[in-house]
């Protein structure tokens, strides 16, 4: 079974600066896409990036700009760099892949633990 590990999260106050990583394990072929989403206290979860196995990436408009994801993909590990951070930011992460396993079923879509970023003065 595909497990992913996040890890970064925490207390930062507006402005500042965060980095999120997650990193993958199992009996992983390839991965196709990964991404990070985001719960807020009251509110559904959404997309915040993603990026495919090509590199093309995708971020939801209120971060674009600010945030950027990357991977290491002979390590299968993303990351998300998150800068100037708003209150409105303060939410649970999660990230997620879908990709190929060598296992039974051979496709994975996996989602990690999640880890508390909290923006606050």
């Known amino acids: 079974q595909v497990q992913l590990v996040e890890s970064g999260g925490g207390l930062v106050q507006p402005g500042g600066s965060l980095r999120l990583s997650c990193a993958a394990s199992?009996?992983?072929?390839?991965?196709?896409?990964m991404g990070w989403y985001r719960q807020a206290p009251g509110k559904g979860r959404e997309l915040v990036a993603a990026i495919t196995t090509y590199g093309d990436t995708i971020y939801a408009a209120s971060v674009r700009g600010r945030f950027i994801i990357s991977r290491d993909g002979a390590k299968n590990t993303w990351f998300l760099q998150m800068n100037s951070l708003k209150p409105e930011d303060t939410a649970v992460y999660c990230c997620?892949?879908?990709?190929?396993?060598?296992?039974?079923?051979?496709?994975?879509?996996?989602w990690g633990q999640g880890t508390q970023v909290t923006v606050s003065s």
């Open positions: 199992g009996s992983i072929i390839s991965i196709n896409r």
């Open positions: 997620n892949a879908d990709g190929r396993a060598d296992e039974r079923p051979p496709y994975f879509n996996s």
